[in-house]
């Protein structure tokens, strides 16, 4: 009884800890220097969308998941943006060695997103993102207001549907 007590109030402890570190950000940081693909710093201040709809899909070139998300989202964004105004920022967690692919790997894929490298890591570390691909959806305020993490076929119509009923006014946030 004792072992069983102690290991629910550890599991409870363990859940409120997890809560309050999702909780702990709601909108984008903006003071956070990331690079461009010509390797120039950028403040994340300047990821906007003119009070649209934002994602933001957290990726590497190593992560087969990011690009199956990526690519799948490829077919459908043109018809995304002119249906709902949104705009996809594909943020690269790839390190010093691997960071210098990602520009020919968003060219030959023939993606129309934005692309950064946070090469330090600094951004993942501030919007707590462990595990990739990790998708956030901002509001045209710059509110956090939906996050997940992995891909699988289909979750990008889950994506879609949200940012439709954002546009619509409707809460979605977890």
Not at 87 to 102: G, Q
């Amino acid at each position: 009884m004792k072992k069983s007590l102690s290991f629910i109030a550890a599991m409870l402890i363990f859940s409120v800890a997890v809560l309050a570190q999702e909780k702990t950000f709601s909108t984008l940081p903006a003071n956070i220097t990331i690079k461009n693909v010509d390797g120039q710093n950028v403040q994340t201040s300047v990821i906007q969308n003119d009070g649209k709809p934002m994602i933001i899909s957290f990726w590497a070139t190593w992560c087969k998941p990011c690009l199956r998300e990526l690519n799948t989202i490829k077919e459908v964004y043109a018809d995304w943006q002119e249906e709902t105004g949104v705009k996809l920022v594909a943020v690269s967690i790839d390190d010093a060695r691997t960071s210098a692919r990602v520009k020919t790997l968003a060219e030959s894929s023939s993606w129309d997103y934005e692309v950064y490298i946070d090469q330090n890591q600094d951004l993942k570390r501030a919007m707590n993102v462990v595990n990739v691909p990790h998708t956030f959806i901002i509001d045209g305020k710059g509110n956090i207001v939906w996050q997940h993490t992995a891909f699988v076929e289909g979750s990008e119509e889950e994506v879609i549907e949200l940012i439709r009923r954002l546009n619509k006014g409707e809460d979605i946030s977890e």
